[in-house]
């Protein structure tokens, strides 16, 4: 079965600095695809980034970037210059060759002005 | 362009009700998946819709179910409610079943309160 972990329920971070959220997952697949989600108070989930899995190189949308680790099976999101916007849920999402989605339990994040 | 609209924004039913959510998916996308999203947790597949039939679902029992017109707008039902069922449920759009990296666009929801 597919596993998603984020093992972060909270963050924080100084407005303008960086930082990095990380999501383990389990799979025996060898083709899928990873993805970032963002929840603000709002409700809806916005798409971050996405990886998938056969490239080596890691994912970028600019200030927000991936370090993906397929033999580890870790996959983080790293948002640098972080702004009051950035602050939201965040959750990891694995999807798998059938078009299904697997979430972690989230990420809060605040930004600290 | 519009996106994934769904209706109700909110709900508030008795225990044994029944409730129908509503979703139109974003322009363009002919497959919808539903999750339902408890408070302070990630979301968990319901069920997917393509092609007006159900192709995958999750473990979910089937006093949830859905239907999908052809216009692929998408219904969720929910029998003999419980109070477990109180969550924000999400409705999700995406371009073909299996197709490539596509992602899913997510609604606002419907936050359903179960009394």
């Known amino acids: 079965a597919q596993t998603v972990t984020q093992s972060q329920p909270e963050m924080s971070v100084q407005e303008a600095e960086t930082v990095t959220l990380s999501c383990t997952y389990d799979?025996?697949?060898?083709?899928?695809?990873l993805f970032w989600y963002k929840q603000p108070p709002s409700r809806q989930m916005i798409l971050v980034i996405r990886?998938?899995?056969?490239?080596?190189q890691n994912a970028t949308e600019n200030r927000f970037s991936v370090n993906f680790q397929k033999a580890a099976k870790s996959f983080s999101l790293k948002i640098s210059d972080s702004q009051l916007g950035d602050a939201a849920m965040y959750f990891c999402?694995?999807?798998?060759?059938?078009?299904?989605?697997?979430f972690g339990t989230g990420t809060s994040l605040t930004v600290i002005p | 362009d519009a996106g994934v609209t769904q209706s109700p924004t909110h709900l508030i039913k008795t225990r044994g009700q029944q409730v129908t959510l509503r979703c139109s998916p974003k322009?363009?996308?002919?497959?919808v998946s539903w999750y339902q999203q408890a408070l302070g947790q990630g979301p968990q597949f319901i069920f997917q819709?393509?092609?007006?039939?159900?192709?995958q679902r999750g473990n979910f029992p089937d006093r949830f179910s859905g239907h999908q017109f052809p216009n692929y707008s998408s219904e969720l039902n929910v029998n003999a409610l419980l109070l477990g069922d109180s969550a924000l449920y999400l409705c999700?759009?995406?371009?073909?079943?299996?197709?490539?990296?596509?992602?899913?666009?997510f609604g606002n929801g419907t936050r359903l309160t179960v009394t």
């Open positions: 990886q998938e899995a056969y490239k080596q």
């Open positions: 322009s363009g996308h002919d497959t």
């Open positions: 999402a694995y999807r798998n060759p059938g078009n299904q989605f697997y």
């Open positions: 799979t025996s697949e060898s083709d899928y695809y």
């Open positions: 819709y393509y092609e007006e039939e159900e192709r």
């Open positions: 999700a759009s995406s371009l073909g079943r299996d197709r490539g990296s596509s992602p899913l666009h």
